[in-house]
């Protein structure tokens, strides 16, 4: 006996479901974004005890022991660009599904319509798009210079057909591209609903793993940047991929989010040509070039992204504010981090912002989220609050607490190689790091500062306690 169908309303943004409409959702707290939808209910049986499912089978045949288990035949496919590799862990694994993320326009399709003309060299491609014709595909692929001979074209908007298609040309690579354009007839939702995205996923998913298959999907995003579609689909895949940057700049950033295979700590740093895009092998002197001589107000700071240290202008303006309440603006940084370094400051060093604007930027559309950005966020609000231009060669990093105290961070060796590398040739670090630093084998000057006011002292008089 069928089931019956009945009428729900799911949330496009968390997949809550409500017997009811709401202008509210009761899970995620979105206006408006309740959606509704049919969906057949499972039929009942008279009792639960009565019969065995229908085929059901016991797999204890198929139960292993994890020592017998060999992981030699893993494969990972490099993709021909490192900063890809990079974040995928060392390479594209063999039966893996990789989810695809960036607002429209960002480079997603062009990102890998570019590894097709490496990948092509030894396996094929599968190209399946529900956005674009395949002459549209040739268009761009001829733009970009992608002639590879492996690289097969499909545009269909079935995942069922794209599914079996894939199951029967057996590719050495597929992409789907995108997600919200597959649907499933058997889904009575429309294209890009919360069913038909999940259970999309789902089949890509089965049969990437069924027939050890990498499928790379794209996904686009919603208006708070995050994966467009059910929260359930990140968890579905192997690997979250977000390509960030703004639209009028040409840098592009490539995080992960999720990874079973590698380490969500990578990023790969990418510039948007009128060929595509190019890697960045070094981030640090592309966030540094044009950097300002002679002008106050500016920074260096050195965080680390995975097992990377990049080098970051930190820039402050600090002015007479025109209105009662000044303005606090901050790019690239966190608000509530630069309302606490003020008040700081404040508090602990006498300078008075109470009636000065601060705009702070880091420049290049790097955006600094750790800590060890704080002694430079205070250096370069220092800088401009007394018009006084720091040393160009000086570099700067620890995390400033509500005493103000400098912290100590982790990997200060790595931060210090990657400033004498650039040419830096004066360091102030935490105090408390010194004892993990052989200053013997580093060949620019240290400064251990333990507060706010020593580091300030350091900056003032290019000298100071803890000198090397």
């Known amino acids: 006996m069928a089931g019956k169908i009945k009428t729900v309303y799911i949330c496009n943004q968390c997949g809550y479901e409500s017997s009811k409409w709401n202008g509210r959702c009761p899970s995620c707290g979105e206006w408006n974004t309740l959606e509704e939808q049919e969906v057949q209910s499972a039929p009942k049986t008279s009792s639960l005890r009565s019969a065995p499912a229908v085929g059901s089978m016991d797999l204890s045949a198929q139960i292993k022991e994890l020592n017998s288990i060999g992981t030699d035949d893993e494969v990972r496919y490099s993709t021909g660009i490192e900063e890809l590799d990079r974040v995928l862990g060392g390479g594209l694994v063999k039966g893996s599904l990789v989810l695809l993320g960036g607002e429209p326009g960002i480079g997603k399709s062009t990102l890998l319509l570019q590894i097709c003309k490496f990948l092509g060299r030894e396996h094929s491609i599968l190209y399946i798009s529900g956005e674009e014709s395949v002459r549209q595909i040739k268009l761009r692929a001829s733009r970009l210079g992608v002639d590879t001979p492996n690289l097969y074209l499909l545009s269909t908007n079935d995942a069922r057909a794209a599914s079996d298609t894939i199951i029967a040309s057996k590719p050495g690579i597929a992409i789907i591209d995108s997600i919200q354009t597959m649907a499933l ?12 995205v999940r259970e999309c996923t789902n089949l890509f998913m089965r049969t990437a793993k069924s027939e050890e298959i990498p499928i790379f999907v794209v996904s686009h995003v919603n208006k708070d940047g995050a994966i467009a579609g059910p929260k359930v689909m990140e968890h579905i895949v192997d690997a979250v991929l977000y390509f960030e940057g703004e639209r009028h700049l040409c840098y592009r950033l490539l995080r992960a989010v999720k990874n079973r295979y590698g380490s969500t700590n990578e990023i790969g740093v990418f510039e948007m040509g009128d060929k595509g895009l190019e890697e960045v092998e070094n981030p640090s002197e592309m966030l540094l070039s044009g950097r300002p001589k002679g002008i106050s107000g500016s920074c260096v700071a050195c965080i680390m992204e995975g097992s990377r240290p990049i080098l970051a202008e930190v820039q402050a303006l600090v002015t007479k504010s025109g209105f009662s309440a000044p303005r606090r603006t901050a790019t690239g940084f966190d608000y509530n981090r630069l309302a606490m370094i003020i008040a700081v400051l404040e508090k602990r060093a006498g300078m008075f912002f109470g009636t000065l604007d601060v705009f702070l930027n880091i420049v290049g559309g790097f955006r600094l989220d750790e800590p060890a950005g704080d002694l430079s966020v205070a250096l370069a609000l220092y800088s401009s609050f007394y018009d006084v231009p720091l040393d160009e060669k000086m570099i700067a990093f620890g995390e400033i607490g509500l005493g103000g105290e400098i912290r100590s961070t982790t990997s200060i060796p790595q931060r210090i190689k990657e400033a004498e590398r650039l040419g830096f040739t ?43």
């Open 185 to 196: 007839s058997e889904v009575n939702s429309s294209s890009g609903s919360i069913s038909q």
């Open 426 to 468: 004066h360091c102030i670090i935490p105090k408390q790091s010194m004892r993990l630093l052989d200053t013997s084998k580093v060949n620019i000057r240290i400064t251990g500062v333990s507060s706010i006011k020593q580091a300030f002292f350091v900056v003032k008089n290019n000298s100071g306690e803890g000198e090397k």
